[in-house]
């Protein structure tokens, strides 16, 4: 018997938090903080996704008081992905890419979700403890 495949839309997580690009370092920083997360995706007032920052970037922009905007400092070249992909591609996509999550869009270009390595991590431990990979 086949093991149905599992998609990204499965494994990822909706409740972002996201930053715009008229956004301040300050602002971003505070929200990075707040939510405990790495990396915050950046959306316009449509919530399309036009970049990332990373907490690596917003120390950086504090350390150095030259950039005020997210827009300053946001990385426009996103990894993304589709929810309906098969999450081994995300994963290989982290991997080939060496980074810690991939955002997802759908058709339009909104962001929907994202995945990190924190949800491979529990696909993994729930699939060595011979349980159900369905999240619950």
């Known amino acids: 018997m ?13 409740a972002l938090i996201t930053v715009k690009v008229s956004d301040t370092i300050t602002e971003a920083h505070a929200e990075m ?4 997360v790495r990396h915050l995706p950046v959306i316009d007032d449509r919530r399309r996704l036009v970049g990332v920052l990373s907490d690596r970037d917003v120390q950086r ?8 905007r997210v827009s300053e400092i946001m990385v426009s070249d996103m990894t993304t992905i589709e929810p309906e992909a098969p999450a ?3 994963v290989t996509l982290m991997l080939e890419q060496q980074i810690g999550s991939v955002l997802v869009i ?3 270009g ?3 979700g994202v995945v990190t390595q924190t949800d ?3 696909l993994a431990r729930r699939a060595l403890l011979g349980l159900s990979l369905e999240r619950s």
Request: zero cysteines.
């Open 106 to 108: 759908d058709d339009a």
């Open 120 to 122: 491979y991590l529990e």
């Open 2 to 14: 086949k093991r149905r495949e599992v998609t990204v839309s499965e494994l990822m997580s909706t």
């Open 88 to 90: 081994h591609a995300a």
């Open 110 to 112: 909104t962001l929907v």
């Open 61 to 68: 922009a504090i350390a150095g008081k030259k950039a005020h």
């Open 33 to 36: 903080e707040l939510g405990v």
